[in-house]
């Protein structure tokens, strides 16, 4: 490890903003302190107030979406986060103090000023510079979310030449309420504001360590920076302190091709090790907890890391630092030496010398920038969420959740593969990237088998794609046949809040009361608890009014059961479950149908383009709310859960909607194990 210990110097160090999770005190599932936690109360001449601002922008951005503006239609989201923040805030008390209020009257003025320009024509703030709060509409939900940008003073909205972006997660804030994130962005410049470089502060849907939909917040908030600034592709960096140095590994690894450079500072970089040093926590995990840890543990994806320059940070005294720590234990296994800056004497913030040193290197890659087609491509991916490095996609796995993992090398016109746990693979070089001898036919050999590909394209693009069939190699993609685990549609349930779904709502009669109740209660909470803590609203509907339109742009989480959801009852002779009014089974255990009730994802069969998911929201709940890296999935692609019957005290499974009976992946066509 090559470590680099700034000089002391006298004077205020930077100190993050984050809020630590309160350690042991944080450790008891029966008693959970509010996330975040209830706000002051407004008087009734502020309530009164706030709301007749807030009809007013109502009115105003009522207008704007009756207008036939492409403008006013296209950036109707830089008006709604003002609306939706203070509507929210007040609406759940999220006011925290007397300066919220403050701030919420500026939001509301500055959403009635940018919605009056919008009706006149004009945008002043896309061209403006320094702080500049933006919003977008996510597709997860159709809410508008915002997000914070630094923009360089020499930057022209006509010019030609493209310019860096770097990704800056924010810290744990317990009170990061919309209003209060929208406030910070126009006072805050942040750790790092480089010259020549526009910063994205994401708010990543609050305070999850941008996992989940704070993931997808941030890939979607990424890609509406690029439709409206000049952006290099080769020159985006991730960078991060506290929760999100945590968010910054995660990214680092998952799209490593995507960064030229990668910052982490301080925060977790895997969960059951950090939650044990930090929280001293007794972990109990089932098993396929365990599995699912691997979904954003860096350490177990190490290897993905070959591909994007690292500069740690920790300080010297900061707990944080087993985060950089346990990496560099990771990264050495896989032959690299980690870059560890290390703030002398100092705890959870950033030297200001160790400040110095990092700038200093980022800027010296982004001379460098992005490798466009590396020669020798690495990847272990545990999931065909994450299943592409550069020019190699993996289609096929033959266990998810087990270590799929690949090496290939290029050498002239043969590239060597070595892969394991891997049943399919793609090749895929733009025009312009393939380094092959155009005139010659490629080789590839695979686990010590040779396979002969086409040439190369006049354009130097280049195409070519393998499975396995039995223990042979052979050319071309694996023959769909019946349903197949794919990118995008392979679970587990979390995955199916990660792009648009829609909440179906029973309209019939239960067969069974008790079940009934238990249904309506975990529906009532996954609505409140996708606001609460992913800060958006779900879409909501009746099974009775759901459209074929519905069915094909939504993953459908239908609650209920085969008698009050009609849906449910529509594909149930279709599903790996077994449901009557006696017993309820997936796989060969049948349980009590007046007690036990079926939770699972799988592809829609009235779509199987998307998915279907029966009662279930997200699937960690409020004592992973506690501390960021327990945000983990709790459940894999089905379970059968008690829900009548408590649990005994101090166990584990308050964690869960019910006891878990039986739980467990789909294999990898979608069939019980």
Same mark, same amino acid.
């Given at each position: 490890?090559?470590?680099?210990?700034?000089?002391?110097?006298?004077?205020?160090?930077? *100190?993050?903003?984050?809020?630590?999770?309160?350690?042991?005190?944080?450790?008891?599932?029966?008693?959970?302190?509010?996330?975040?936690?209830?706000?002051?109360?407004?008087?009734?001449?502020?309530?009164?107030?706030?709301?007749?601002?807030?009809?007013?922008?109502?009115?105003?951005?009522?207008?704007?979406?009756?207008?036939?503006?492409?403008?006013?239609?296209?950036?109707?989201?830089?008006?709604?986060?003002?609306?939706?923040?203070?509507?929210?805030?007040?609406?759940?008390?999220?006011?925290?103090?007397?300066?919220?209020?403050?701030?919420?009257?500026?939001?509301?003025?500055?959403?009635?000023?940018?919605?009056?320009?919008?009706?006149?024509?004009?945008?002043?703030?896309?061209?403006?510079?320094?702080?500049?709060?933006?919003?977008?509409?996510?597709?997860?939900?159709?809410?508008?979310?915002?997000?914070?940008?630094?923009?360089?003073?020499?930057?022209?909205?006509?010019?030609?030449?493209?310019?860096?972006?770097?990704?800056?997660?924010?810290?744990?804030?317990?009170?990061?309420?919309?209003?209060?994130?929208?406030?910070?962005?126009?006072?805050?410049?942040?750790?790092?504001?480089?010259?020549?470089?526009?910063?994205?502060?994401?708010?990543?849907?609050?305070?999850?360590? +941008?996992?989940?939909?704070?993931?997808?917040? *941030?890939?979607?908030?990424?890609?509406?920076?690029?439709?409206?600034?000049?952006?290099?592709?080769?020159?985006?960096?991730?960078?991060?302190?506290?929760?999100? =140095?945590?968010?910054?590994?995660?990214?680092?690894?998952?799209?490593?091709?995507?960064?030229?450079?990668?910052?982490?500072?301080?925060?977790?970089?895997?969960?059951?090790?950090?939650?044990?040093?930090?929280?001293?926590?007794?972990?109990?995990?089932?098993?396929?907890?365990?599995?699912?840890?691997?979904?954003?543990?860096?350490?177990?994806?190490?290897?993905?890391?070959?591909?994007?320059?690292?500069?740690?940070?920790?300080?010297?005294?900061?707990?944080?630092?087993?985060?950089?720590? *346990?990496?560099?234990?990771?990264?050495?296994?896989?032959?690299?030496?980690?870059?560890?800056?290390?703030?002398?004497?100092?705890?959870?913030?950033?030297?200001?010398?160790?400040?110095?040193?990092?700038?200093?290197?980022?800027?010296?890659?982004?001379?460098?920038?992005?490798?466009?087609?590396?020669?020798?491509?690495?990847?272990?991916?545990?999931?065909?969420?994450?299943?592409?490095?550069?020019?190699?996609?993996?289609?096929?796995?033959?266990?998810?959740?087990?270590?799929?993992?690949?090496?290939?090398?290029?050498? =002239?016109?043969?590239?060597?593969?070595?892969?394991?746990?891997?049943?399919?693979?793609?090749?895929?070089?733009?025009?312009?990237?393939?380094?092959?001898?155009?005139?010659?036919?490629?080789?590839?050999?695979?686990?010590?088998?040779?396979?002969?590909?086409?040439?190369?394209?006049?354009?130097?693009?280049?195409? +070519?794609?393998?499975?396995?069939?039995?223990?042979?190699?052979?050319?071309?993609?694996?023959?769909?046949?019946?349903?197949?685990?794919?990118?995008?549609?392979?679970?587990?349930?979390?995955?199916? +809040?990660?792009?648009?779904?829609?909440?179906?709502?029973?309209?019939?009669?239960?067969?069974?009361?008790?079940?009934?109740?238990?249904?309506?209660?975990?529906?009532?909470?996954?609505?409140?608890?996708?606001?609460?803590?992913?800060?958006?609203?779900?879409?909501?509907?009746?099974?009775?009014?759901?459209?074929?339109?519905?069915?094909?742009?939504?993953?459908?989480?239908?609650?209920?059961?085969?008698?009050?959801?009609?849906?449910?009852?529509? *594909?149930?002779?279709?599903?790996?479950?077994?449901?009557?009014?006696?017993?309820?089974?997936?796989?060969?255990?049948?349980?009590?149908?007046?007690?036990?009730?079926?939770?699972?994802?799988?592809?829609?069969?009235?779509?199987? =383009?998307?998915?279907?998911?029966?009662?279930?929201?997200?699937?960690?709940?409020?004592?992973?709310?506690?501390?960021?890296?327990?945000?983990?999935?709790?459940?894999?692609?089905?379970?059968?859960?008690?829900?009548?019957?408590?649990?005994?005290?101090?166990?584990?499974?308050?964690?869960?909607?019910?006891?878990?009976?039986?739980?467990?992946?789909?294999?990898?066509?979608?069939?019980?194990?």
């Amino acid at each position: 490890m090559i470590k680099f210990h700034a000089l002391i110097l006298v004077g205020l160090s930077l *100190v993050t903003s984050s809020l630590l999770a309160d350690g042991e005190g944080d450790n008891n599932p029966e008693k959970v302190r509010q996330i975040p936690r209830v706000g002051i109360q407004v008087s009734q001449a502020n309530q009164a107030k706030l709301n007749a601002g807030l009809d007013e922008l109502a009115e105003l951005i009522k207008k704007l979406n009756l207008s036939k503006s492409n403008l006013a239609l296209l950036l109707l989201p830089d008006v709604e986060i003002y609306h939706r923040a203070v509507k929210d805030n007040l609406e759940y008390q999220e006011f925290f103090s007397e300066k919220d209020i403050v701030k919420a009257f500026t939001a509301l003025n500055s959403g009635k000023k940018r919605a009056q320009q919008l009706l006149a024509g004009t945008a002043p703030w896309l061209e403006q510079t320094g702080l500049v709060v933006r919003g977008f509409r996510s597709e997860l939900d159709g809410t508008a979310q915002p997000y914070g940008l630094v923009i360089p003073r020499n930057y022209q909205p006509e010019g030609e030449k493209s310019i860096r972006l770097d990704i800056w997660f924010h810290g744990r804030g317990e009170t990061l309420s919309e209003t209060n994130f929208i406030d910070k962005q126009t006072k805050v410049v942040g750790y790092y504001a480089p010259r020549n470089t526009i910063v994205l502060h994401p708010y990543g849907r609050y305070s999850n360590a +941008f996992k989940f939909a704070g993931e997808i917040d *941030v890939l979607e908030a990424m890609e509406h920076v690029k439709s409206q600034y000049r952006i290099n592709n080769n020159l985006i960096s991730v960078r991060g302190f506290s929760m999100g =140095g945590a968010g910054c590994w995660q990214f680092a690894h998952l799209y490593a091709d995507h960064w030229f450079a990668a910052t982490p500072g301080a925060g977790f970089s895997e969960t059951p090790e950090f939650l044990k040093s930090f929280q001293k926590e007794t972990l109990r995990p089932y098993w396929w907890e365990e599995k699912l840890w691997r979904w954003y543990d860096t350490d177990d994806n190490a290897i993905n890391l070959a591909h994007v320059p690292l500069i740690a940070y920790s300080g010297e005294d900061d707990i944080q630092k087993q985060a950089a720590d *346990v990496m560099e234990i990771a990264l050495a296994k896989e032959g690299i030496d980690l870059v560890h800056i290390i703030g002398p004497k100092t705890g959870h913030q950033i030297h200001p010398e160790s400040k110095a040193i990092i700038e200093e290197k980022m800027y010296s890659l982004a001379r460098i920038g992005n490798d466009k087609l590396p020669l020798t491509v690495n990847k272990v991916t545990h999931s065909l969420k994450y299943n592409r490095q550069y020019w190699l996609t993996i289609t096929g796995m033959k266990e998810h959740w087990e270590p799929a993992r690949v090496k290939a090398q290029i050498r =002239g016109n043969l590239i060597e593969v070595t892969a394991n746990d891997i049943s399919g693979l793609k090749f895929d070089m733009a025009a312009g990237l393939a380094p092959f001898d155009i005139t010659r036919e490629v080789s590839i050999e695979i686990n010590k088998q040779t396979l002969t590909a086409p040439k190369a394209k006049s354009d130097r693009s280049w195409m +070519f794609e393998i499975h396995l069939a039995g223990d042979k190699w052979i050319a071309g993609p694996k023959p769909q046949d019946g349903l197949q685990k794919q990118h995008g549609l392979q679970g587990p349930i979390d995955d199916a +809040f990660l792009s648009s779904f829609l909440m179906v709502t029973p309209s019939g009669k239960p067969v069974h009361e008790a079940i009934g109740r238990w249904v309506s209660s975990e529906q009532a909470r996954a609505i409140k608890h996708w606001r609460q803590h992913f800060r958006g609203h779900p879409r909501v509907k009746a099974d009775t009014a759901i459209t074929e339109q519905d069915i094909a742009n939504h993953n459908l989480i239908l609650w209920g059961d085969f008698s009050s959801n009609k849906l449910i009852g529509d *594909v149930l002779a279709r599903l790996p479950l077994s449901w009557t009014g006696q017993g309820v089974s997936i796989g060969e255990k049948v349980f009590d149908a007046k007690s036990h009730a079926p939770i699972m994802i799988y592809p829609n069969p009235l779509n199987p =383009g998307k998915y279907i998911v029966i009662n279930s929201g997200f699937t960690y709940r409020e004592y992973a709310y506690l501390n960021n890296a327990r945000q983990v999935p709790m459940l894999p692609d089905w379970a059968i859960v008690d829900v009548i019957n408590k649990p005994e005290p101090n166990d584990s499974i308050y964690r869960f909607p019910g006891i878990p009976k039986d739980a467990n992946f789909f294999d990898e066509s979608w069939s019980v194990k």
